[in-house]
């Protein structure tokens, strides 16, 4: 399912939150529950032909004696759409629900597509909420406020992948709000003597200029669908925003604070409550023909912005396989903008694909199925020194947070250490490991770490002629094997 980017427009509520519980209207949605057959319902669609039926069930139902039965056996999506655009206004909130019972391996999502005043669409699946297998029927409720620009929203049931899916008391209502309020300024500028952060309140982005050297470092939305509420200052150096995630139904507030003497920026991310969905915020720094990622992945990789054989990939920042070090960055080589992962436990980045070149935004992950702590980003901007600079910085908040230990003190501790300095890391299946190391040190490599398993003696014969041994082992799947069947997979061996 293609996403279309949405821009939203801040919208200011006077008093945010206190409507959401409030006294529901009438059901917009004709025959949601498919007492009258398909009235009010269009015909269901499916992207492959031939691979779904739909009827109305009078042996099953939540509310009444009947519902609808979609089978679908295709592996793509298909959509059941209410049959009427529901003109909307900016500013006012809905609630969309509907009960779902589904068996296969396909999912069921309840979603709005939303359209301009020309009736272009904007978003095809805005403010979605979706459903797996079912044990009986399951409610899924989303609320949202409808974004600057939207003018028609169409109700919507949507799948993928095979499925036999059972929907009944589909309701859309107008949620009872109070009006929009008071204008907000069309932008935000925190200064000091390095940087001027411009925070656009339409797009929800910053332009920070450096001062240093004029170099101007954008953002570009994403569709995260994330609604800003509200946007305000604290004193001079801090930027609020409240903010509402409809997916997950929650109050976000993000803090931007400008250091007072560093080009640096803390963003903290609050709220609280079941997180049953990631949210994806802030928006990306957008980066240029010529420039340079920086990721901490495995040793380090830097990738060229505009490489086109480099594929978006997301990368867990807690582990292996991710990124080992709690930053990413961007550089010409000079001129450079990083972000340092203050939390980076329940994370993940996203490294994307905008206008032809490579940019990365957070993915913030629940903690035990909450939002839970305050999530922090830091970025800096540096007028000189490109990922060494980076490096250096990440350097020193290492010795900040306590992470940080020199080779020469881990050498006090474990005197083998001395050989791993300089050593290449020979992964190798050879059976003979000694005579192969004899050929390797006779080609001149003088330190050597074997990573591979050998026998006792082979080991023993490494270690004479200088070779320090060691072993790939991993302890994420040391636990009670009764676990197992929790987990998606697990290797049942250290390796
Ligand atoms: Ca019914």
């Not at 620009?149 to 993928?160: N, S, W």
């Not at 903010?243 to 997950?248: A, D, K, R, V």
Request: proline content about 5%; charged content about 20%; glycine content about 8%.
């Amino acid at each position: 399912m293609k996403r279309l980017l949405v821009i939203y427009s801040a919208v200011i509520l006077a008093s945010v939150l206190n409507f959401l519980y409030a006294q529901s209207n009438q059901n917009l949605i004709l025959n949601g529950g498919f007492e009258s057959g398909f009235d009010g319902w269009l015909p269901l669609w499916t992207r492959d032909p031939n691979v779904g039926e739909i009827l109305i069930d009078i042996t099953t139902s939540r509310t009444g004696e009947k519902s609808a039965k979609i089978i679908h056996k295709g592996e793509h999506d298909w959509s059941l759409n209410t049959a009427k655009r529901i003109p909307v206004n900016f500013g006012e909130w809905f609630e969309y629900s509907a009960w779902f019972k589904l068996t296969g391996q396909g999912e069921a999502i309840l979603c709005i597509t939303t359209y301009d005043s020309k009736g272009d669409p904007l978003d095809w699946t805005f403010a979605e909420k979706r459903t797996g297998e079912t044990i009986s029927w399951t409610n899924l409720t989303v609320r949202f406020p409808i974004p600057n620009e939207v003018a028609f929203i169409l109700p919507r049931v949507i799948g993928i992948g095979p499925a036999t899916v059972w929907v009944d008391d589909v309701s859309l209502r107008k949620v009872n709000t109070t009006k929009p309020g008071s204008n907000i300024p069309k932008s935000i500028v925190l200064e000091n003597n390095f940087i001027k952060a411009t925070f656009e309140t339409e797009h929800g982005t910053f332009n920070v200029v450096d001062k240093r050297n004029n170099h101007l470092w954008s953002q570009k939305s994403i569709s995260s669908g994330i609604v800003f509420l509200d946007i305000k200052t604290n004193g001079s150096n801090q930027l609020i925003l409240d903010m509402y995630h409809p997916q997950t139904s929650l109050e976000l507030e993000a803090g931007f604070t400008l250091a007072n003497d560093a080009p640096e920026i803390l963003m903290e991310l609050h709220s609280s409550g079941a997180m049953p969905e990631l949210i994806h915020f802030p928006h990306p720094f957008v980066t240029e023909k010529g420039t340079y990622l920086v990721v901490p992945m495995n040793e380090g990789i830097s990738y060229p912005v505009d490489d086109e054989s480099i594929k978006p990939i997301r990368l867990i920042g807690y582990g292996g396989h991710g990124i080992c070090m709690g930053f990413w960055g961007v550089t010409d080589g000079i001129a450079a903008q990083m972000t340092i992962i203050e939390t980076p436990d329940d994370m993940s980045i996203q490294i994307t694909r905008i206008d032809g070149t490579l940019a990365i935004y957070p993915i913030w992950e629940p903690q035990m199925g909450r939002f839970g702590y305050t999530r922090r980003l830091r970025y800096i901007f540096f007028n000189d020194g490109g990922h060494v600079a980076m490096c250096k910085k990440y350097r020193e908040y290492s010795k900040r947070i306590g992470l940080f230990k020199t080779l020469v003190e881990k050498q006090r501790e474990n005197p083998n250490v001395d050989l791993l300095i300089g050593a290449v890391n020979i992964w190798c299946w050879e059976k003979d490991a000694p005579a192969f190391v004899r050929q390797i040190k006779e080609a001149g490599i003088d330190k050597i770490l074997w990573s591979n398993a050998q026998s006792p003696e082979n080991i023993k014969k490494l270690n004479d002629m200088g070779v320090l041994t060691s072993r790939y082992d991993i302890y994420q799947d040391v636990m009670d094997p009764e676990n197992f069947k929790y987990l998606a997979s697990a290797h049942r061996l250290a390796y």
